[in-house]
């Protein structure tokens, strides 16, 4: 079966760190562009963090300086690393492939004041 996997999620402090880490099976991820998302209790989806097919990298103002994206393509896995939490970072975070389009199911972050 087609799909990607996240994991990593958990229940943390403000002020941790958690790695999340989106696996693909049966299909790559190497080498395009993949996005990881994040939607909280109530709001809409939003874009947390970009890496291109080059491995430029884009992130959300809100996230700046604290998440680093990054992939391992011999792994075919992508990776959002997340220091500095914030209880505003809790939600489901999701990762996402561009083209074709395929999603994740989500791993549930939750940081605690």
């Known amino acids: 079966q087609v799909q990607l996997v996240e994991s990593g999620g958990g229940l943390v402090q403000a002020g941790g760190s958690l790695r999340l880490s989106c696996v693909a099976s049966r299909t790559s991820i190497n080498f395009v562009a993949m996005n990881w998302y994040r939607q909280a209790p109530g709001k809409q989806r939003e874009l947390v963090a970009s890496?291109?097919?080059?491995?430029?990298?884009n992130y959300a103002d809100s996230v700046k300086g604290r998440f680093t994206i990054s992939r391992d393509n011999n792994k075919n896995t992508m990776y959002l690393q997340m220091n500095s939490l914030k209880p505003e970072d809790t939600g489901v975070y999701y990762c996402n492939r561009r083209f074709p389009e395929l999603w994740g199911q989500g791993t549930q972050v939750t940081v605690s004041s």
């Open positions: 890496i291109t097919s080059a491995g430029s990298t």
